[in-house]
């Protein structure tokens, strides 16, 4: 059984749930998930910085102890060996070049930027911050428009994890105030992975979140 | 032959350029070298964004003119299938999740906050900003040091491409300011890194880039 430590409502850690998912792993199962909440320091514990000194969820652990962090590894990890994840060389890089762009290009500004409308105060000092935090997000969303514009998927040429990866919070760029009216591929190509088997949707953020992400606005 | 577009003074560039040596490929006879200087504006020109619609380098082209982008994805890349990256799925995904954690969690700061000092005017609005970004550094030095005290290498059981990946900025922290004092194993691990074989230096800063670095302290 594979333990994964996650925090509902964050994107990197609603990827782990969705490959397993869709790997056919069962809750309960296959895996059981521990709710882990960063937004309020469960990731900061004396126990929980044991396993992983970094803090951050997701985090899996094995039966015998051995853990596994960050969630694209997590993703490589899963699809070793499945078709989510291409065996041929260059397409392999391909998609990890996708789940690099994902982390180091989109994530930091998208998921940030929908972190702090719907999970910091109103009066958050870091809300000065969204402007610059939407316009880096909409120039990873043009990469991710003009990638779309000739092909079907990030992942080779079937969809895999570089699809779930970059899912996980471009779904959910408009919670951060970034809108996807301007890339209508993208739009298309979100559909197409919510129409593939197994698909989970992002759970809905919590009221007091969805609050707080309408008044962003 | 390989096609690197590279910045020299850019760790991740120079991240391509170690491997390469390291598994006995030689400029202008297995790869050559485009000098892209992306503080110029070199990676932002119609030509390289045709290519690479991120405007980032390190990029590498094949002779059929296939790209691939993201230094740590052109790293596994090149080390498939050789001893630089584990073949067992589990010590492979701890070496990609090493990966993913200097890409998220140590060049956002470290790589950054030597920019800053070394490739920004003395009077840049940018400076205000390195006192975060050197809490965060030494942060993430700090996961690698915990991580040293107990395994030499952060590639399994051996030297591979995370510890490429790892070393091409922690070696340079101290220009941005981030000292190496307070790591001991860290500092041996740089040493052993130094000595594998095959080791290239990153580039000595120009001296326009070394004045300011000195003036940053």
């Given at each position: 059984m594979i333990t994964v430590y996650g925090f509902s409502p964050s994107g990197n850690c609603h990827k782990v749930k969705l490959l397993l998912e869709q790997l056919g792993r069962r809750l309960d199962r296959d895996y059981r998930w521990i709710e882990t909440n960063s937004a309020i320091g469960?990731?900061?514990t004396p126990g929980y910085l044991a396993k992983?000194?970094?803090?951050?969820?997701?985090m899996i652990e094995l039966d015998d102890g051995c853990v596994l962090v960050e969630s694209n590894a997590i993703l490589c990890w899963l699809a070793d060996?499945?078709?989510?994840?291409?065996?041929?060389p260059w397409q392999k890089a391909q998609a990890l070049s996708w789940l690099f762009f994902e982390q180091y290009s989109h994530e930091p500004y998208i998921a940030v930027a929908r972190f702090i409308c719907g999970?910091?105060?109103?009066?958050?000092?870091?809300?000065?911050g969204l402007p610059v935090l939407r316009q880096c997000g909409h120039a990873a969303l043009a990469v991710m428009e003009r990638h779309l514009a000739a092909n079907p998927?990030?992942?080779?040429s079937d969809y895999g994890i570089a699809d779930v990866a970059l899912y996980a919070y471009t779904c959910v760029a408009p919670h951060g105030?970034?809108?996807?009216?301007?890339y209508p591929a993208l739009r298309d190509w979100l559909s197409r992975v919510e129409a593939t088997p197994g698909f989970l949707p992002l759970p809905a953020p919590e009221p007091a979140a969805q609050v707080l992400i309408d008044q962003s606005h």
């Open positions: 469960e990731t900061r992983n000194p970094n803090g951050k969820v997701p060996g499945t078709s989510f994840l291409p065996a041929d999970w910091t105060p109103a009066d958050s000092p870091r809300r000065a998927w990030f992942t080779g105030g970034i809108a996807l009216d301007a």
